[in-house]
């Protein structure tokens, strides 16, 4: 009984987030992504330009995810139901730019996560790969293939209907439910986006602590036998905060990705293809799709509160935003014959 009561709550909690009263939420995910672009292009943050370009790849990808489906895809269906956006090819495309951008999204995560890994690891190899140029090619190269595999996504759904020989809305074709070519692509896109990118960070974390907790040792030794147990060791705190933003991005993924990957782990196994708004089924995937959006934003959230420098300039942003209103207002107040004069003497 209390199970079953709880699982009822939570119901009810992911029709509120799926309601319209809740597409606000969407918007702060848009403008936290939107900050952290505008804040990580700047570069002040005390980043390598390395980092920097992968971090503003992720903000890029997530924002376009979140105004794609969430927003996009809400707002054609439930405000404009009449608009171009219902239109089989643009309501196509929309799948299209969905797919692409969660597939980016994903693999510049692993992208960031290898790059650390060969900063942290690979000594050798860490000065001719950690660089902003090769941080530029391997962005774009994941941009590119990212959305040729989602091409093919453009070509599942039919129109429901005509008006005026347009074809509107857009249903799965029979063809993709019983062809075992589409079955066949499906299982592989599930597997490029999530399984094997979770598999890689996963792994590539484990082996990134193992080879910290190594070299810790070591220099910790190292300097106490010749500086003294209580000396502090800039080499170390520098590594400790690259360290702290590596695995509050790649922690936060993988937890906010593992409903996503369970739930697709099991569909598979069970062969569950339908079921009711009330079945726990569909609560497990609304779940784990409310997470991967929420996984959209959660990146800016950890540079305020993993990055000083990060802080001071959202807070000289903030600063910008809150002084030019009050300037305008100011010099609107003033008397003109008193700005004519200001302006001449000036």
Avoid at 279 to 292: E, K, T, V
Wanted: net charge positive; charged share 15%; aromatic share 14%.
């Amino acid at each position: 009984m209390g199970f079953t009561s709880s699982l009822y709550q939570f119901y009810n909690i992911l029709v509120f987030v799926q309601s319209d009263e809740a597409d606000s939420i969407n918007y702060v995910y848009l403008t936290f992504n939107l900050i952290a672009i505008v804040i990580l292009s700047r570069g002040n943050c005390g980043l390598s330009k390395c980092v920097t370009r992968y971090l503003i790849a992720m903000a890029v990808s997530d924002f376009l995810f979140v105004l794609t489906d969430p927003l996009l895809r809400r707002t054609g269906r439930y405000y404009f139901p009449n608009s171009f956006l219902h239109i089989t090819p643009v309501c196509s495309l929309n799948v299209v730019l969905l797919a692409a951008a969660t597939t980016i999204s994903v693999w510049i995560t692993v992208a960031f996560t290898f790059d650390r890994f060969v900063a942290i690891c690979c000594e050798k190899l860490k000065t001719r790969y950690c660089t902003e140029r090769t941080a530029a090619v391997v962005v774009g190269t994941v941009c590119v293939l990212g959305c040729l595999v989602s091409v093919p996504w453009y070509f599942i759904y039919e129109p429901n209907r005509y008006i005026n020989g347009v074809p509107l809305g857009c249903v799965v074709t029979m063809h993709f439910l019983t062809s075992e070519s589409w079955a066949a692509f499906d299982l592989i896109d599930r597997m490029i986006t999530p399984f094997v990118p979770f598999l890689l960070i996963l792994s590539l974390n484990i082996l990134t602590v193992r080879r910290i907790l190594a070299a810790s040792r070591v220099r910790r030794g190292f300097r106490s036998r010749n500086n003294g147990e209580n000396d502090k060791d800039p080499e170390m705190e520098n590594r400790k905060k690259s360290i702290v933003l590596l695995f509050s991005i790649t922690g936060t993924f993988i937890l906010l990705w593992l409903t996503n990957v369970l739930f697709n782990i099991y569909r598979r196994v069970t062969d569950v293809r339908s079921y009711s708004y009330s079945d726990p089924n569909y609560i497990a995937q609304a779940a784990a799709f409310m997470l991967q959006v929420l996984n959209s934003c959660t990146n800016t959230c950890i540079y305020i509160l993993t990055q000083r420098r990060f802080r001071q300039e959202l807070w000289n942003l903030a600063r910008i935003f809150i002084h030019f209103p009050l300037q305008n207002s100011a010099l609107k107040r003033l008397d003109p014959y008193q700005n004519a004069t200001y302006s001449l003497y000036v």
